[in-house]
């Protein structure tokens, strides 16, 4: 069946610019989470959602980071005012339930560069 | 907090010889994922380890857990070139979410 998906693969922006990123995660997939991947180095946790709601928002770095998942399955990653800081791979991954016996399911990512 | 440590960071070998690559953690995670990630690639899931002493194997690859020691091995039997990537490990924090903390990723080079 179909994996994670995420659009766009790429996006090039300018410094100061608002960006949206999506996630399209497995069907009947409850879990979702958004990790950044910096040039080597493994990802790093944002936001966990189960459901519509953002159950652990720990990991967003500042308020010019938000994400929203309305109807429990699409999410969209949104930064504010970009920073050539926030350049980095974007990566999307779902589970079923969240339940820590089962595989996130991690989607190709976006890979963001702040000019 | 919980931190992941892994060792070596980059290892270059020889096609057919063995090596292991180790993961510490820092605090209790009672899981321990290993990923594979080939370049401009997402992560793909390799093993997930469920408790003390849990042993997996897939080919030439096999995981270990041992959670008193907050260790695990990533054993590579006889390597092949095809086993060339970045390979990462990642506890499960707990404090009421389900998020992954990953270590900083082996990237491993197999010769011919």
């Known amino acids: 069946g179909a994996g994670v998906s995420q659009t766009p693969s790429n996006k090039v922006t300018e410094k100061g610019k608002y960006v949206e990123l999506r996630c399209d995660p497995i069907s009947g997939h409850t879990a979702l989470y958004w990790y950044r991947q910096s040039l080597g180095q493994g990802p790093e946790f944002l936001i966990y959602f189960q459901g519509t709601g953002a159950a652990d928002d720990s990991g967003l770095p500042n308020d010019r980071f938000f994400a929203v998942r309305p109807e429990g399955s699409v999410s969209t990653l949104k930064i504010q005012r970009t920073e050539r800081g926030d350049s980095a791979v974007y990566l999307c991954?779902?589970?079923?339930?969240?339940?820590?016996?089962?595989?996130?399911?991690f989607g190709p990512g976006t890979r963001l560069l702040v000019l | 907090e919980l931190k992941v440590e892994q060792n070596p960071l980059f290892l270059s070998m020889q096609e057919g010889k063995n090596y292991t690559i180790y993961c510490n953690y820092s605090?209790?995670?009672?899981?321990l994922y290993w990923y594979r990630q080939d370049p401009g690639k997402s992560l793909e899931s390799l093993f997930v380890l469920l408790s003390n002493g849990a042993v997996k194997q897939e080919g030439r690859l096999m995981a270990s857990l041992d959670t008193k020691a907050r260790l695990s091995t990533l054993h590579i039997t006889a390597a092949v070139h095809d086993l060339s990537a970045t390979y990462f490990c990642a506890g499960l924090f707990q404090g009421g979410s389900e998020k992954l903390v990953f270590g900083k990723g082996t990237k491993l080079t197999v010769n011919p």
């Open positions: 991954a779902s589970s079923l339930s969240g339940d820590p016996q089962e595989t996130q399911y």
């Open positions: 605090t209790t995670s009672d899981r």
